[in-house]
């Protein structure tokens, strides 16, 4: 792949500092964001958005002597900004930042090679500066709009000393679960990285910096152990990075040390970094290297960019919570008078209300995975997110001749707030432009779709984002299972027009999803090799038409019609309302049922595939029916049984005396399966 110049000297042997200014994953999110960020502060505090962030790389970067300012890719795509406008926000405001250098991300082929080359031409049009477009291992196709636009590496001069800044995109995700065109393909970003590093000194380049959208667990283990690398900067896993311990009031979470120093092939220092998401923060970085090009030293942090009018009591307590942390900014003039105009057309466009929602419905992946940004843990712990499930059934209403849908956890963006629900607010929900597309499918394949959803994170390493939700189509989960057999409990209830039954392994069912995902994306193989026919139903749309024909508000979806009727999470632990957050299976020990010595009144913390159908519970859990005509299908009648079918329902001892179940004692499953945190759920399967 070819070398993009900024500047090219030979490299002389001294002393040198550089301060690295770098951005991710800002996904078209243009405007200002609100949080409290500590406990002791119980009003929402204005941060980040484009028109504070250019003005907080303007005061980091000074007189911006040796300064190196980064993109570490998904600009775009998240909100109305890109379903309206293509990108073009995006550029202008990233053009108001002038970075030195843009390495694209996965989501930058969300919508094919053209769409990418067409924002590459926004950014490179009015008010350009010349940033480098990065993918080490981007290998166009011969036919692609993208051939020699991205380069391998630059090299930026600061006076006698040049630094080399290689770009590099996730491979596996990409051409698993976005959209590059036939022949473009990502290659193994270690080998690409590689060879970069030995392009660059052979050329006597001896500082390098990696920007890398592979995620922070990858930079840390394959990317910064890599001979030749000081610096990674990172993007992909949306990861806050944080220097130091903080006290209990500090309320955001993250996931490891800025910067995270490891020990590169060579042996020397490397420095890891992240700054989060959605134009929230800049990460500033400040790094020494000794005169041989080793690092020496690096020190910094996410700064959080707040409006110069924030209250001196707030900044004051989040100075002393975070020193040098939030910097209080005047907004950039020619930012916000851009950002403005796109928001005057998107309020002229996208401020019809469409619907009113009484409560909340709440987002999620896998259950439990924390995704929502406003609902508490519990809310979606047992069951998953109440937002695709909401989305499915709308597909279902829409595609007439349907009699299931399913739509995958990641298309779903945004959790959905109790008021008025509008036009805008439903390309926050589903900004991507899908349309519903319909195929036929036995039920023997319906049930290898929900698996290879499963499989793709827990399995082949990508998103959890295949998580799959559905309408007229229910089924329990247990990711702890073998490749192939975690789904159980299939049931169909075509078009919801009638009762639950099991899914006929040979019937014919019709199915309603996305392009995307009928395409064969994020892991939906089955679907890819069958035959859809395009509706031509823009989702998004499908789905405000559907909330508009809601007479009064919305209800709220009913967690007992939620897909997943349970969830055994990876690390083998039942997800109940009475271990929300604290979960885990018994360590290296057999299953109560085996060890009673009688079998009367034993806890079974592990049921099999035969108790799930031989469990019934009614709809409140209070009792859990014990079917006698499958007695053989359980260790015997005074055996706790799990009643599957609802996911509140804990553990149980059924006491064929009384004909109903009983909770089991303290020390047993239910108290076993509450030992750990909800890390346990996070360390299951792969995250964005």
């Not at 998240?78 to 250098?101: E, H, I, W």
């Not at 195929?439 to 295949?466: H, Y």
């Not at 031509?536 to 024909?549: G, H, P, R």
């Not at 499953?669 to 996070?682: D, E, T």
Request: overall charge negative; glycine content about 10%.
């Amino acid at each position: 792949m070819r070398l993009a110049v900024l500047a090219l000297v030979a490299v002389r042997a001294a002393a040198f500092s550089l301060r690295v200014l770098h951005v991710n994953d800002h996904h078209s999110h243009i405007e200002a964001s609100a949080y409290s960020f500590l406990t002791t502060i119980e009003e929402d505090i204005a941060y980040g958005g484009w028109a504070l962030m250019v003005s907080a790389f303007a005061a980091l970067a000074g007189d911006g002597e040796n300064v190196l300012k980064v993109h570490a890719g998904d600009a775009i795509t998240g909100t109305s900004y890109y379903s309206l406008f293509d990108g073009a926000p995006d550029a202008a405001v990233m053009n108001q930042v002038c970075f030195d250098a843009f390495a694209v991300g996965n989501h930058e082929f969300d919508d094919g090679d053209a769409a990418l080359a067409d924002f590459l031409d926004l950014l490179a049009g009015d008010g350009a500066c010349g940033t480098a477009v990065l993918g080490a291992n981007v290998a166009p196709g011969p036919d692609s709009p993208l051939e020699g636009r991205l380069a391998s590496y630059v090299v930026k001069a600061y006076g006698d000393d040049a630094v080399g800044v290689i770009g590099v995109d996730v491979a596996g995700k990409t051409m698993a679960s976005s959209n590059p065109d036939a022949g473009t393909t990502l290659t193994d970003e270690v080998a690409a990285v590689e060879a970069a590093v030995a392009e660059l000194e052979a050329q006597g380049v001896d500082k390098i910096v990696v920007v890398s959208h592979v995620g922070y667990d990858f930079d840390v283990e394959h990317l910064a152990t890599l001979r030749g690398v000081d610096v990674v900067v990172g993007g992909d896993s949306h990861s806050l990075l944080m220097p130091g311990a903080f006290d209990a009031t500090w309320t955001l979470g993250t996931a490891g040390e800025y910067p995270t120093v490891v020990e590169n092939g060579d042996g020397d220092p490397a420095c890891v970094v992240q700054a989060w998401q959605y134009a929230g923060v800049v990460g500033d970085l400040r790094v020494d290297f000794d005169a041989g090009g080793v690092v020496a030293a690096c020190e910094g942090g996410p700064v959080f960019p707040v409006d110069e009018a924030t209250d001196d009591a707030v900044l004051a307590a989040l100075d002393a919570a975070y020193p040098s942390g939030f910097l209080r900014v005047a907004a950039d003039a020619a930012t916000a008078a851009a950002v403005g105009e796109y928001e005057a057309q998107i309020a002229a466009s996208y401020g019809a209300v469409v619907a009113t929602f009484d409560d909340a419905v709440c987002l999620d992946r896998f259950p439990g995975e924390g995704r929502s940004a406003t609902c508490d843990l519990a809310a979606t712990w047992t069951r998953g997110g109440g937002v695709c499930n909401l989305v499915a059934t709308s597909f279902l209403a829409l595609a007439r001749e349907a009699d299931v849908a399913v739509q995958n956890g990641g298309g779903c963006r945004v959790d959905i707030a109790a008021g008025d629900f509008t036009i805008e607010d439903g390309y926050e929900v589903l900004p991507f432009s899908n349309t519903i597309v319909t195929l036929d499918l036995t039920g023997a394949q319906l049930v290898d779709v929900l698996e290879e959803a499963l499989a793709q994170p827990l399995d082949d390493g990508g998103s959890t984002g295949s998580y799959p939700y559905a309408a007229g189509l229910r089924f329990a989960v247990d990711a702890s299972r073998p490749r192939g057999s975690r789904v159980s409990g299939v049931e169909v209830n075509a078009r919801l027009a009638g009762a639950w039954a099991p899914v006929d392994a040979a019937a014919v069912y019709a199915v309603a999803t996305n392009d995307y995902i009928g395409g064969g994306k994020d892991g939906y193989h089955t679907f890819g090799a069958l035959e859809s026919a395009d509706t031509f139903l823009l989702y998004t749309q499908s789905f405000l038409d559907y909330l508009e024909d809601i007479d009064g508000p919305v209800p709220a979806p009913d967690e007992a019609d939620f897909s997943t009727t349970s969830f055994t999470d990876a690390a083998g632990c039942l997800h109940t309302s009475a271990n929300v957050g604290a979960c885990a299976p018994a360590e290296d020990e057999p299953p109560a049922a085996e060890e009673a010595d009688d079998g009367a009144g034993a806890c079974f913390s592990a049921p099999g595939e035969a108790l799930r159908e031989a469990c019934a519970c009614d709809a409140t859990c209070a009792t859990c029916g014990y079917d006698a005509t499958a007695s053989d299908s359980v260790t015997g009648p005074d055996d706790c049984i799990t009643c599957l079918a609802v996911g509140d329902c804990v553990t149980a001892i059924y006491d064929d005396g009384t004909g109903s179940c009983a909770p089991c004692e303290s020390d047993g499953a239910a108290a076993r399966g509450a030992a750990a945190a909800v890390a346990a759920v996070a360390a299951a399967v792969a995250l964005l």
